[in-house]
């Protein structure tokens, strides 16, 4: 009497490092939208997942976020020629080296498979992707070290989360000290003030508005790309319509809404 329903509740997002430092491709914002639109997530969640995924959406805002809105944060989009213009327009029609960090992380058994999947797109489109296998508690470091640990200069690893996909996610992932992206990291304060501000702003409308720019200017920075939203699955009563996650919160702090049927 059990069918199975899933809600976004893990988030596997890529890492792009030095990208202000000028000896890398990484440092073309063209370069990184080459990669971000050379990725099929699509496919991923047709095939890696058999259907139990998400497209992510356009920012570092989620779904189950005080401040989303599909009308503002469309779908990512799949788009190989458009990245290859884009290497091409930045002077990598050859394409280049690029080093991949793969660490495996509790509980998402299926993260090494999404990053071969990640270096096989980018390799389509001229990227040499070297894989290099470690473990997160050897990487954390390197990852968290002002500024950029050399060794990590113009690659490119994968994180996932399951922690609160609400409110604060844009913040503490992205533009807070000791955050798990090098934004900050690269001289970006004035994001971090931005954030501040709008986390101030007592108008909820305009400190809405003011979160939703901010994820929109750092998602057009490319240093950060989601790439897949897999969900997380329950066995639900036939008498339950319907799982909603709770704006600001998400599933994984349990936290959700259930209608029950015929209502």
Do not use: C
Not at 60 to 81: G, I, Q, R
Not at 101 to 114: H, L, R
Not at 137 to 161: C, E, I, N, Q, W
């Amino acid at each position: 009497g059990l069918r199975v329903d899933g809600l976004p509740g893990v988030y596997g997002f890529i890492s792009l490092h030095g990208t202000t430092e000028a000896s890398t491709p990484l440092s073309d914002v063209r370069v990184r939208k080459a990669l971000d639109l050379a990725i099929n997530r699509k496919e991923m969640v047709d095939t890696m997942f058999k259907g139990y995924a998400e497209v992510p959406v356009v920012s570092t805002v989620f779904p189950a976020s005080y401040y989303y809105d599909p009308k503002v944060f469309p779908p990512l989009v799949y788009d190989p020629e458009k990245a290859k213009a884009l290497l091409k327009e930045a002077g990598y029609e050859k394409g280049f080296d690029m080093k991949f960090f793969d660490f495996a992380q509790p509980g998402n058994p299926w993260k090494s498979d999404m990053n071969l999947a990640i270096a096989g797109y980018w390799q389509k489109i001229g990227v040499r992707v070297q894989m290099v296998p470690t473990d997160l508690v050897t990487f954390r470091p390197k990852y968290r070290k002002v500024p950029v640990d050399p060794d990590l200069v113009g690659s490119a690893m994968t994180f996932t989360s399951g922690r609160n996909l609400g409110a604060t996610a844009l913040g503490r992932s992205t533009v807070m000290p000791g955050g798990s992206l090098p934004l900050l990291n690269e001289g970006r304060q004035d994001l971090l003030d931005r954030y501040n501000d709008a986390l101030a702003t007592i108008d909820k409308a305009a400190r809405i508005a003011k979160m939703q720019k901010l994820a929109l200017d750092v998602d057009a920075l490319n240093v950060t790309m989601q790439v897949i939203y897999p969900l997380q699955l329950y066995g639900v009563s036939k008498n339950v319509a319907k799982l909603t996650a709770v704006a600001g919160y998400g599933i994984p702090l349990g936290i959700f809404r259930v209608r029950a049927a015929g209502r």
